[in-house]
């Protein structure tokens, strides 16, 4: 299975078969050459995740299209005329030959005025764990991380503990389109003392980079 990271928080896995999209989002440049039966797994509606421009991109080249997510995501998709599966926090759901186990819940608190939302991370073929924009440490082995290192919810100490946490063998950075140059640098460098610290490796992706990945 190959991994790509497409951008911000937006990931592309493709096995022999079937493409997966985590978190198709405004930040991520259009995605509109996915020709193979696929999966959208969204973990919250924020629009740097999520939106309807690209799910309409990539259901005009799939020849299928399944799209899971949480409540507050099956709800805004209706609105626009899209079918979401609603998924929570302990589901376990095989789609196209991916096997998907979501963890989590809920939503980082941004602010003390901003109701918190629902919010799923997805391990993938037990292997790579997207955590949406939750901090929340999933109770299972996770192989391979990606870690948020810049959010307005987020601070880089608390990212820095939940690699320490997790303590994955292998883990990538998401979540950086809101940060500078220097400011990614940075973020890079404590993400990579954290993961060494528990005996894993750093890898710094950037968009348009690749994993490949075994099956568990």
């Given at each position: 299975?190959?991994?790509?990271?497409?951008g911000?928080s937006?990931l592309?896995?493709?096995?022999?078969?079937?493409?997966?999209?985590?978190?198709?989002g405004?930040?991520?440049?259009?995605?509109?050459?996915?020709?193979?039966p696929?999966v959208i797994?969204?973990?919250?509606?924020?629009?740097?995740?999520?939106t309807?421009?690209?799910?309409?991109?990539?259901?005009?080249?799939?020849?299928?299209l399944?799209?899971?997510?949480?409540?507050?995501?099956?709800?805004?998709?209706?609105?626009?005329g899209?079918?979401?599966?609603r998924?929570?926090?302990?589901d376990?759901?095989?789609?196209?030959?991916f096997?998907?186990?979501f963890?989590?819940?809920?939503?980082?608190?941004?602010?003390?005025?901003?109701?918190?939302i629902?919010?799923?991370?997805?391990?993938?073929?037990?292997?790579?764990?997207?955590?949406?924009?939750?901090?929340?440490?999933?109770?299972?082995?996770?192989?391979?991380?990606?870690?948020?290192?810049?959010?307005?919810?987020?601070?880089i100490?608390?990212?820095?503990?939940?690699?320490l946490?997790v303590?994955?063998?292998?883990?990538?950075?998401?979540?950086?389109?809101?940060?500078?140059?220097?400011?990614?640098?940075l973020?890079?460098?404590?993400?990579?003392?954290a993961?060494?610290?528990?005996?894993?490796?750093?890898?710094?992706?950037?968009?348009?980079d690749?994993?490949?990945?075994?099956?568990s």
């Amino acid at each position: 299975m190959l991994m790509t990271k497409l951008g911000h928080s937006t990931l592309r896995f493709d096995n022999d078969d079937a493409t997966l999209i985590i978190d198709p989002g405004g930040f991520t440049p259009p995605i509109e050459d996915v020709t193979r039966p696929a999966v959208i797994v969204i973990t919250h509606l924020h629009p740097d995740h999520w939106t309807p421009e690209q799910i309409a991109g990539i259901a005009a080249t799939a020849p299928s299209l399944r799209i899971l997510g949480p409540a507050g995501v099956v709800a805004a998709a209706e609105e626009a005329g899209i079918d979401v599966d609603r998924v929570g926090p302990g589901d376990e759901v095989t789609a196209n030959g991916f096997r998907l186990e979501f963890h989590g819940g809920v939503h980082a608190l941004i602010h003390s005025s901003i109701p918190r939302i629902d919010n799923v991370g997805v391990l993938v073929d037990g292997l790579v764990y997207h955590p949406g924009d939750s901090l929340q440490v999933p109770p299972t082995t996770v192989p391979v991380l990606a870690a948020p290192a810049g959010a307005p919810w987020l601070k880089i100490s608390e990212a820095i503990d939940y690699v320490l946490a997790v303590a994955p063998e292998r883990c990538f950075p998401i979540h950086e389109a809101v940060l500078s140059e220097a400011g990614l640098a940075l973020a890079n460098d404590r993400l990579r003392w954290a993961t060494e610290l528990g005996g894993g490796e750093y890898l710094p992706l950037s968009a348009g980079d690749t994993l490949s990945l075994d099956a568990s």
